[in-house]
DNA sequence: CTTCAAACGGACCAATGGTCCACATCCTAG
DNA sequence: CTAGGATGTGGACCATTGGTCCGTTTGAAG
């Protein structure tokens, strides 16, 4: 039952791909430019190493992009106004998608690299299906708002990596811009 | 500049391997499931030939697409309300939409392909583009939307691929009931 | 120090998109 | 009808890449 402590090396050089995995895929454009072998070399790690520890790519960008939205993602359950549990709904909903966007804007090149990865869609991915979950159950607490199920997918399609990479980063839209056309957008919707 | 007419065999083999990778994509569950060198032989043709004929991989795909599509994209070009350009805004966006919608749902593997195919966004296809800029326009002629180019894209995000097929066939959601949400969201976008 | 499960690393494998070019086929000028 | 150049063909070949395998090394418990 108990799983004993991970080794030392172990722990090591999971760090050391977790770093040089971020570091790669932020230098490159676009995240099919970094191949598992770039990141292993890169960590000074064998490839199996690199497999052992993260099963597949898309689990090494998983674990990459947990590390990244932890932070978010607890303050999003837990933490004060206006992205905590406590918020009233019609604010909470747009807080969310605010910060969600800029958490993409932030992260570029990793949610692009976990939403266009593999040829799985990212809809599978539990990720996904938390952010839902938790919009869905907020949008179901405005009244007045159409199906909120449908809805939150809609609101969560919105602020997809590759949209965001294409306003931001192929048109040279600022971020405040972006931000200020999702809020009214989002106020629309929730009107 | 006279491009001197196509070669019948050339026609005939184009034509072939239209066909079977229409039939190729349609049966298989996931786009990544059907190689280039398996529409080769289905069609009966060397790789060398089909490279030669659609430039690679995507290029195959638009080609189907295009083929597809091509009955939409006139009515909404030319054709009569409610696609038309004829159409007063506020009636024509929501078909759009809907035309849209079930032009996906009719299509979902292409459209599948498309948009999850290579590491290409599919925000630089000509395809999108053109469907963008339309709705945007359309959008425009609406008083008290938000921003048109920010709406356009946002809507068009909500009926991608993937998340379709994740709503009409992850969950088994019927097309009518994905019709009705979808509509009462557009409505509410632009109320 | 001994032991052994855990971890390592890199050779190896299969699949795949794409290229190349010797050869076949079509079309047209004469 | 024929010849010859333009166009098209096919499949061997290549490079890349995600992923596997297994003989060897290493950390840590006793």
Redesign the pocket.
Known sequence: MSP???????Q???EAVLAAADRLFAASTSPGGV???DVATAA??????L???FG???GLIQALMEKRIAPLREAVAEGPAPLGPDTPARERVPALMAALLRFKLDNRHLALALETG?GNSPYRAGHYTWWHTLLRDAVRGIPGAPDADFTAHALLAAVRADLVEHLAGGEGAPPERLEERLEAYVAKVLA
């Open positions: 004993r402590r991970e080794r030392a090396d172990a090591r050089n999971r191949s598992m072998d000074g790690v064998g490839k199996g190493t497999f052992r520890r597949d790519r898309d593999g």
